[in-house]
């Protein structure tokens, strides 16, 4: 996955180098907060940090007598250090390095997310105010409803986007905690100040009780708002293949020149990236799963969590960027058929109306009851004949002898129905 992603910077976080760089980080906050107490001599930290260095393939060679990557990790530097390398790991257990650059990958990781969803946002809003007034059938049930506009569908999508990166923001935080309390979490051989004082210098929080680990609903939770995330892209993707299907032809997502749709069928243009969104989703959200079955651990550790954080933390952040940009490529790209849009609302001869006749009905005193019986059977008539509904309601006496014409035709003004569009844009945007 690493290997053929288009968006190098989240790829790149993920990478062994860059793992093993971030545990590196943290070796040395610890062996300069060490040297700040008085713990271990200053000028052996002066030769850790000058001769610290490390080869991904050493690791792996030594990995394969130890078993054990920590260890492996901390044998790669010694060889290069030398004698000062007895102060590296000094008072550590493995989780303490893990877990604390496991946040600094997950900020880093969660700050390239924020910055997918502003982009997004941006493009969500271009298109919002661009089709702020394209008259467009709302369905219900994948049916015919009332009058909307494409632009409300696409504000809907930016306040959904707004949540999101709130949410991320949250999960940001929630994320960026170390420890470095030991084994059981007990600081049976440092003073909790030197994780307090680590954590400061790599510009996290320190976790006010722990075990070996950091408590797993963290990452839970972080997890679960890129699904969230994921989902809302879904969404998204999911509307544009309604749209794009042949009998609504009402958006479609890009088709460049050159593009093929089907290796048997040529006139073929697929909803293919909107697809791709929509299947690649569910795997964030199965390892929000994931997540959730990482809580409970044995005691004050197992670790039967690590193998699987090794595959869901990387690739739901890399899945989450690489959806987020497809998904801003979607609607950027967007192609938009307004015409089609009021060709489709207008199929049923305003049959839609059908509920502020309703109410006009109601308004000159005819019971609802009574004016329900009197509009269903005009609007079934749509349905199994074909008829026109506003021809039907025209030369229905019951009808005309309630309203006038006047006040007909003002039931089938769509503007009234959409009279309030600019005060929802005004709630989500502002003036």
């Not at 909307?148 to 949540?163: C, I, K, P, Q, S």
Request: aromatic share 6%; proline share 2%.
């Amino acid at each position: 996955m690493i290997e053929r992603y288009t968006r190098p910077a989240m790829g790149a976080i993920w990478m062994e180098q860059n793992r093993f760089q971030k545990w590196l980080d943290v070796e040395i906050a610890v062996c300069e907060v060490h040297a700040e107490m008085g713990t271990i001599p200053q000028d052996a930290v002066e030769v850790i940090k000058a001769k610290a260095a490390f080869s991904v393939d050493r690791i792996h060679e030594i990995e394969t007598l130890t078993r054990h990557d920590v260890i492996a990790f901390t044998t790669a530097l010694a060889e290069n250090i030398g004698d000062a390398a007895r102060f590296v790991h000094y008072g550590l257990t493995s989780s303490d390095v893990v877990d604390t650059a496991n946040a600094l990958l997950m900020r880093e990781a969660a700050q390239l997310i924020l910055e997918d969803l502003e982009k997004l946002g941006d493009a969500l809003k271009r298109r919002a105010l661009e089709h702020r007034h394209t008259l467009m059938i709302g369905r219900t049930h994948g049916v015919h409803a009332e009058p909307t506009t494409f632009g409300l569908v696409l504000a809907l999508y930016f306040a959904d986007n707004e949540r999101n990166k709130e949410r991320m923001r949250r999960a940001k935080e929630r994320i960026s905690y170390g420890k470095i309390s030991g084994a059981v979490g007990t600081f049976a051989h440092l003073d909790p100040e030197v994780e307090e004082r680590v954590c400061d210098k790599l510009g996290l929080h320190f976790a006010p009780i722990s075990t070996q680990v950091i408590q797993r609903d963290r990452y839970a939770e972080f997890l679960s708002t890129l699904a969230i995330i994921t989902a809302s892209l879904e969404k998204i993707a999911l509307e544009v293949r309604h749209l794009q299907r042949t009998e609504v032809r009402e958006a479609q997502e890009p088709f460049s020149s050159g593009q093929k749709g089907s290796s048997a069928m040529p006139h073929k243009r697929n909803p293919v990236t909107a697809e791709q969104i929509c299947g690649l989703a569910r795997i964030v959200r199965a390892n929000a799963q994931a997540g959730f079955e990482n809580i409970a651990l044995w005691h004050e550790r197992d670790i039967s969590h690590s193998s699987v954080e090794r595959v869901i933390l990387a690739d739901s952040c890399i899945l989450t960027d690489y959806l987020l940009n497809k998904t801003h490529w979607l609607i950027d790209g967007l192609v938009v058929n307004a015409e089609r849009m009021r060709y489709n609302f207008e199929s049923l001869g305003g049959v839609t109306a059908s509920g502020q006749l309703l109410l006009e009905l109601t308004r000159k005193g005819v019971t609802r009851e009574d004016a329900y019986a009197i509009v269903q059977p005009l609007a079934m008539r749509v349905w199994d004949a074909g008829a026109k509904f506003n021809e039907l309601v025209l030369q229905d006496e019951r009808v005309t002898a309630v309203l006038s014409p006047q006040e007909i035709a003002a039931v089938f003004d769509v503007q009234h129905q959409l009279r309030n569009v600019d005060k929802i844009f005004k709630r989500i945007f502002g003036s």
